[in-house]
């Protein structure tokens, strides 16, 4: 008797050529992705090229009908003519910035920072009533209430003084609704464990809701020192004198209607946003993760 023994086929080698095409595929996808990343970077720095050339330039260079891509002769000396001009104190409007953004920032971060955590944590049956009013401010067009404010800072004897500059932009209804916004997520737990060790809602905001939340914390000073910086219209009303303007009102001083002083505008422009740029550099990485964290959703 015969035994039949059955074949055993063997099975065909596995072929990688879908791995490969994956593989491929992933290669040109970030290849495409840091062509596209090195395009966007590309056109974010023009205006900053333009604005550095045209800083070391002379107004005929500037204004001249050929391009060059960087002055024959670069005019260093702007930067010794910027600072020496006697009808626009520009030293002493980068300090007049600096002290009003700093200070305009912490002011808002604790009084806001405040309103919100009381809105957020503490039980009060008109807290809605009061969140929404402070809503409502934020569909109040700023030229209603620009009259009254310089009106009421004018009879104050605020007018170019750091206090008519600081005092009437220390509450923000959006920066309140923010805080709002992140109090509501922050864990309630911390909290209670403060109050078992005794503490009440001011000791519990201050010990243990502050130091838990200094990303969130860093992202709004970040935001509003760049708007405290970059403002306009209420500095340039309220610091008449040039010893109480901000450097945003000294730059519109190189332009008037008779003269525009090309090489001055660009290089206190220059000059004027480089503490913005290291103060965005250092703190970028709480902007995206700070505004995150206050649980809107785009």
């Not at 109050?195 to 709004?220: E, H, I, K, T």
Request: net charge positive; charged share 10%.
């Amino acid at each position: 008797m015969t035994t039949t023994i059955p074949k055993v086929r063997k099975s065909a080698p596995k072929s990688d050529t879908p791995s490969r095409v994956r593989r491929g595929g992933g290669v040109m996808s970030s290849t495409g992705l840091y062509i596209a990343t090195g395009v966007a970077a590309l056109l974010f720095l023009i205006p900053f090229y333009i604005l550095v050339r045209n800083a070391l330039s002379t107004d005929a260079e500037i204004t001249g009908e050929t391009w060059k891509f960087f002055p024959t002769d670069i005019q260093w000396g702007n930067i010794s003519e910027l600072f020496s001009d006697e009808t626009v104190p520009f030293a002493r409007t980068l300090w007049n910035s600096a002290v009003v953004a700093t200070l305009h920032t912490v002011g808002v971060l604790l009084v806001c920072s405040l309103a919100g955590y009381g809105l957020a944590r503490i039980p009060y049956k008109h807290a809605n009533k009061v969140f929404y009013a402070v809503l409502g401010t934020l569909m109040v067009p700023t030229a209603v209430t620009f009259v009254p404010s310089f009106v009421l800072v004018s009879s104050l004897g605020w007018v170019d003084t750091y206090r008519g500059l600081i005092i009437p932009g220390l509450f923000s209804g959006f920066t309140c609704f923010l805080f709002r916004q992140y109090f509501l997520g922050f864990p309630k737990e911390l909290e209670e464990a403060a109050r078992m060790d005794g503490l009440g809602y001011w000791g519990a905001y201050w010990r243990v809701v502050v130091p838990n939340s200094l990303n969130f914390f860093a992202a709004m000073a970040t935001i509003t020192f760049i708007a405290g910086w970059n403002a306009f219209l209420w500095p340039l009303v309220i610091g008449q004198d040039p010893s109480a303007w901000t450097v945003q009102v000294a730059l519109s001083s190189y332009m008037t209607n008779q003269t525009v002083v090309f090489h001055m505008i660009f290089m206190a422009t220059a000059i004027s946003i480089l503490p913005l740029v290291f103060v965005f550099l250092f703190l970028q990485r709480w902007l995206v993760q700070g505004i995150a964290q206050t649980g809107i959703k785009g």
